[in-house]
């Protein structure tokens, strides 16, 4: 058992508040997998040129990280710059360039296609979808996107979303997405594209998860020190897909549990620059920090332990 993942892998360029990194491992398919690998093993699916750097492939080469289908073409690796407000919670985009992602058409391969998970992390909705054209038969599809992606390519972004059963996206998107302003509407919205559950990211107030029948809110787990927020949305959904993946069923208390655990992922990763504070998680600090939520929201996780790999 596996999850697939497709998305960005890149180098950010990144300033907040507390300094400025360049050129550091980022993109959403790399936040997924270290996040998720706590859970399940991960496939990756993306592109990279022949300048990533050594470093940055270290850092995924984990052992629950498959990295078969990370591919490396002639020509520049994704790019993204963004600059954070004083408080961080708005970010403004500085440069997006997608180099070897703007032809990117992946082969992906047979142990790939089979497996029954599948996150469409924050890419070009048309790679989103021919990804999932070519899985057999999976039982989990879930997908993320971006305003950048919003913004270009809505009617592929709509298409994509016909196709998938749980969106993970966040609050300020999903209004630009649907044109609704309060949160709860822009949730009932996006239902009404295809998806059966919406998970909306909050930044620093949570998430919360729609669904036909289940309401929930989440709040994040409190970090005192917060040093850069990139990835943060990603590494919910790693924590969100993967709890959920290792899950028999997907059912409302598995949705709401799953939810706990995306909310404990992204925490790590505000406490650093890049994918620093989400590397030092471990299975010991991940389950204190389940137990931590799980006590101030008064919500039984239940067998807590049994969940990480
Ligand atoms: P998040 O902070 O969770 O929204 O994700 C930030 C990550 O998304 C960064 O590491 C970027 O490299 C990546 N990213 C930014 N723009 C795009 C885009 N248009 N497509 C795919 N990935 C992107």
């Keep these: 058992m596996s999850i697939a993942v497709v998305g960005s892998i890149g180098l950010d360029t990144i300033q907040t508040p507390a300094g400025r990194v360049n050129d550091v491992l980022g993109g959403s398919a790399a936040y997924f997998s ?35 289908g990370l591919e490396v073409q002639d020509g520049k690796t994704f790019r993204w710059e963004g600059v954070y407000s004083d408080d961080m919670n708005t ?6 360039e997608l180099n070897v992602f703007e032809h990117f058409k992946p082969d992906l391969p047979e142990r790939i296609r089979s497996l029954k998970n599948v996150f469409l992390a924050n890419i070009d909705p ?36 016909k196709k998938v059963q749980i969106v993970i996206i966040n609050e300020e998107e999903a209004r630009e997405l649907t044109g609704e302003a309060l949160t709860h ?3 009932r919205a996006i239902l009404s594209l295809g998806p059966e559950t919406v998970v909306i990211k909050q930044g620093e107030h949570g998430a919360f998860l729609q669904g036909p029948e289940v309401f929930f809110t989440c709040p994040a787990y409190p970090i005192d020190n917060v040093i850069d927020p990139t990835g943060a949305g990603d590494s919910f959904a790693g924590g969100f897909v993967g709890a959920l993946a290792r899950m028999a069923r997907v059912n409302d208390h598995n949705l709401r549990r799953a939810v706990v655990y995306g909310c404990v992922l992204a ?7 890049g994918v620093s504070g989400l590397a030092r998680a471990d299975r010991d600090s991940i389950l204190a920090r389940a137990e931590a939520i799980s006590d101030m929201t008064k919500f039984n996780l239940s067998d807590t332990a049994r969940i990480l790999r």
């Design 185 to 187: 509407k822009a949730a």
């Design 267 to 273: 925490s790590f990763t505000v406490e650093g620059f």
């Design 126 to 161: 048309v790679l989103q979808r021919d990804v999932l054209a070519q899985l057999d038969q999976p039982r989990l599809v879930l997908a993320d996107t971006m305003n950048y992606w919003i913004k270009t390519k809505k009617d592929e972004l709509l298409e994509t979303l």
């Design 34 to 68: 270290l996040a998720a690998r706590h859970f399940m093993p991960v496939s990756l699916v993306a592109v990279v040129g022949k300048d990533f750097p050594r470093d940055g492939r270290a850092l995924l080469d984990q052992p629950d990280v498959d990295l078969a």
């Design 91 to 96: 970010r403004e985009t500085i440069r997006t």
